[in-house]
């Protein structure tokens, strides 16, 4: 563990409001690329699926990449009236996300309609005790996404559902 002194303090203070000042630029670069994307520019789109691609070499940032952009895509997408689903890079394109389709989930439940995100790790659970646990807990916090009117909340429960998604 990291000594608890004040300098160490300060420090990860100041690494802490790097990091969100970064995570604002790159919000803005996304939602302006996207959007640049969506009227044909073909470099915007290039810039997209590159930085994608080099994101993708960190598990943990992509999932909150992931999430991140899912938000930006399906507010420019509904904003431009062209779809309410979201959008990731999947094989070097920018493609709408499909929806998750649960083993053993309840008909007509709102957690089997995948609310704007997708499995990073697609194996089945091992734990199949906890399965409907975490299935509940899904449809739970889906529910609970759908009401949120908070971006900084519906962020946090965006990347809560896609770390739940390989358990469900």
């Known amino acids: 563990m990291t000594t608890l002194t004040i300098k160490n303090a300060k420090d990860f203070a100041n690494d802490f409001i790097n990091a969100q000042t970064a995570r604002d630029t790159i919000t803005g670069l996304l939602t302006a690329s996207y959007n640049e994307h969506l009227d044909?520019?073909?470099?915007?789109?290039?810039?997209i699926i590159a930085f994608w691609g080099e994101v993708a070499k960190d598990k943990k940032a992509l999932a909150t990449l992931r999430a991140l952009f899912n938000r930006i895509t399906k507010k420019a997408n509904k904003e431009k009236g062209i779809s309410e689903k979201a959008c990731t890079v999947k094989d070097g394109e920018i493609v709408e996300v499909t929806p998750r389709v649960k083993k053993g989930a309840t008909g007509g439940g709102e957690g089997g309609e995948g609310e704007g995100g997708e499995s990073a790790n697609t194996e089945t659970v091992k734990d199949d005790a906890s399965a409907p646990r975490y299935s509940i807990a899904f449809q739970e916090l889906t529910r609970m996404l759908k009401r949120e009117k908070d971006e900084k909340k519906r962020e946090a429960l965006e990347v809560a559902l896609t770390l739940l998604a390989p358990k469900c």
Do not use: D, E, S
């Not at 044909?40 to 810039?47: C, L, Q, R, V």
């Open 40 to 47: 044909g520019n073909a470099k915007a789109t290039k810039f």
